[in-house]
Each structure stands twice: as structure tokens, then as C-alpha cells.
């Protein structure tokens, strides 16, 4: 709700005075690129207007650079904590494996056992 306040605080005369300045930056601009031709057909004014645009979007180039960086870093890392988890299960899936191994052999030899605990022993008389 305070964003919607604070949105219907703008100025509307911020805003126009920004798009004048734009306006008055590109009149510059283009009367500037008018008068600078040189001989061989350089415009000097198109070079100015992409040295501005290199400087306007160096900083937004980096910060992708830097995204894309730990992007990378973040994946190398998922990577690795993935092999982390598949050795891991793989040893649990092993030792469940021997567990139920030895649980099999067990009940067999109780198994083998029990027949005699259950059989009448002679009375002595």
C-alpha cells in the first residue's frame, strides 16, 4: 500500500524535465555531429554517442559479468554435492545390501536351531 502512496507522490514534472534533458543531450548531439564531420567520413558524433553508451552500459555489462560468475561457481558447487550425494547413497544402497545379507544368514541359522529346541527331549526315568 506505501509503494502505491509513494508512487502517486511522484512529480510529473520530474519526469518532463528528464525527457527534456534527453531532448536537449540528442539536439547537442546531433548539431555537434554536424559540425565535427571530417574529411575521410568519421563522425565523430556517432564515436561520442558509443563512448556514452560504453560508459552507460560498462556498469550493467559488469554486473552480469559478476552474476554470470557466481552463477558459474554456484553450478560448479551443485555439481560437486551432487557426486557428494550419489557416492553417499551408493555406500547406504551397499551397507543396506550387507545388512540384509546378514539378517538372511541369521534367521537361517536360527532357523536350523529351532527344530531341535521344539523337539520333545527323552524323559529321564
Do not use: C, W
Request: charged content about 30%; aromatic content about 4%; hydrophobic content about 35%.
Amino acid at each position: 500500500m506505501t509503494a502505491l502512496r509513494r508512487l502517486g507522490e511522484i512529480n510529473p514534472s520530474t519526469g518532463q524535465g528528464f525527457e527534456g534533458e534527453i531532448r536537449e543531450f540528442i539536439r547537442r548531439d546531433v548539431s555537434m555531429r554536424h559540425r565535427t564531420r571530417t574529411d575521410d567520413g568519421d563522425d565523430a558524433g556517432v564515436e561520442s554517442v558509443s563512448n556514452l553508451i560504453d560508459r552507460v552500459s560498462g556498469a550493467s555489462v559488469e554486473e552480469i559479468d559478476r552474476l554470470i560468475a557466481q552463477l558459474q561457481a554456484m553450478r560448479e558447487m551443485l555439481h560437486r554435492e551432487g557426486e557428494r550425494v550419489r557416492r553417499e547413497l551408493t555406500g547406504y544402497a551397499g551397507l543396506s545390501q550387507s545388512a540384509m545379507t546378514s539378517m538372511k544368514i541369521i534367521a537361517d541359522t536360527l532357523a536350523q536351531f529351532k527344530p531341535e529346541a521344539l523337539q520333545p527331549r527323552p524323559e529321564a526315568g
